[in-house]
């Protein structure tokens, strides 16, 4: 099979780095990077980390309005699908790139495979939801993570060529928790994040580990709730440690707030140590999708820094230990003091690190057994 793999931002390079191995061990890729996230933190370092094969083509589509972006990738994406003709286009989640790659290989009559299909917020004010609504219809393959996204798409009317396989962040997350399990890991991330933040110290259970990245969150009304939610429940003795987004940090500027002392700011972190700040930490404060799941999969108590999520199932399976706070901040201290008194939360985080026991979803392997079976059917139709 020849396929044609398109990710831009950090999410999908991750997701596409869980991918990747299973679909080179029997098929040709053709790998395209549209530079959606041009950035070394939020981009480049993944390559290395996890393994990723270098970009076939590399767009270097970063920058400008989400209208720019998407015109600049589509104009790039059709030559280079036109000459590769690849049997299936493979785009991931809800980022402009995913919406290039749809339309692009739609217009050439390419086959669309589309991988995390069938999430909603039911919000079409996030730029994220009309781009995944785009590209679950233009999709020949769905393949949901989750039965609600199944259900989301049958509500749509999509129930052809929609494939339940399960979450690829999930196989990520538990091929890699066995390494960061032991609290050790935490001494040389500590060592190495003293010259972001001078005197951070990291104890299993000692500091709150957040992020916070979608556009809703960069309006100025919305940066002053967060920052000062996160102010609220930082302190010297459990400080917040926060691995800004420099989209984020721009937006901090522009709009002049700054956060407390007691917010410890760095760089967006590599795959494994932002998986070993997570689960180590007394709670995560997040908007971010993948933060979600993973603190999720951990077991870490979670608020979700959002009015809703995605991610029902997260929530349903969590014990009450994942929440949505949206930017109230009563509320969030509250959740923190169940969730996570502070009187107890090293014993819980140790006890977390040692219990924690992870299995795969088997994403990858059931997305690639479809394409198989899929792509097959369709050239013995033909
Ligand atoms: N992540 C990371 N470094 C960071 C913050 C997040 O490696 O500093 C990882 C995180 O563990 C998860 C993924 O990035 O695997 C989530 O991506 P992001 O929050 O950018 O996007 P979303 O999941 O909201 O689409």
């Not at 959606?36 to 970063?62: I, K, R, S, T």
Request: a negative charge.
């Amino acid at each position: 099979m020849r396929i044609a793999s398109v990710v831009g931002t950090r999410p999908q390079l991750i997701k596409a780095a869980v991918l990747q191995p299973l679909l080179r061990a029997r098929h040709d890729e053709v790998f395209i990077d549209t530079g959606q996230h041009y950035d070394e933190a939020l981009a480049g370092a993944f390559v290395g980390e996890l393994g990723l094969a270098p970009p076939d083509y590399q767009l270097g589509v970063g920058g400008g309005s989400a209208t720019e972006q998407t015109a600049a990738m589509l104009s790039r994406l059709e030559p280079i699908l036109a000459a590769e003709r690849p049997e299936v286009v493979i785009v991931y989640g809800d980022t402009n790139s995913t919406l290039a790659g749809s339309i692009a290989a739609a217009q050439l009559r390419l086959p669309v495979a589309h991988v995390e299909a069938g999430l909603r917020s039911f919000d079409r004010r996030m730029p994220e939801e009309i781009n995944r609504v785009i590209a679950d219809h233009l999709a020949t393959w769905a393949f949901a993570p989750t039965p609600t996204a199944v259900e989301n798409l049958a509500a749509e009317g999509r129930t052809r060529g929609v494939h339940l396989v399960g979450d690829l962040m999930q196989d990520l997350a538990a091929r890699l928790s066995a390494e960061v399990r032991d609290p050790a890991v935490l001494g040389p991330i500590e060592l190495r994040l003293a010259a972001q933040s001078a005197g951070l110290r990291l104890r299993p259970g000692r500091y709150l580990f957040a992020t916070v990245h979608r556009a809703e969150n960069r309006q100025p009304a919305a940066l002053r709730a967060w920052a000062e939610l996160l102010g609220g429940v930082a302190s010297e003795a459990r400080p917040v440690i926060l691995a800004l987004h420099p989209g984020t940090a721009a937006a901090l500027d522009a709009a002049g707030v700054r956060l407390a002392p007691a917010v410890r700011v760095i760089e967006p972190q590599g795959y494994r140590t932002t998986l070993a700040l997570q689960l180590h930490a007394a709670a995560v404060l997040t908007d971010s999708g993948g933060v979600q799941r993973e603190a999720a999969w951990l077991g870490v108590p979670c608020l979700v820094l959002r009015s809703a999520t995605e991610w029902l199932e997260a929530v349903a399976d969590s014990g009450g230990r994942m929440v949505v706070v949206g930017l109230d901040a009563t509320r969030a201290a509250a959740e923190l003091d169940r969730l996570a008194p502070a009187d107890r939360a090293e014993s819980i985080a140790r006890d977390r690190a040692t219990g924690l026991r992870l299995e795969p979803a088997g994403a990858a392997a059931a997305i690639v057994a479809a394409l198989e079976e899929g792509v097959g059917s369709r050239e013995s139709a033909s």
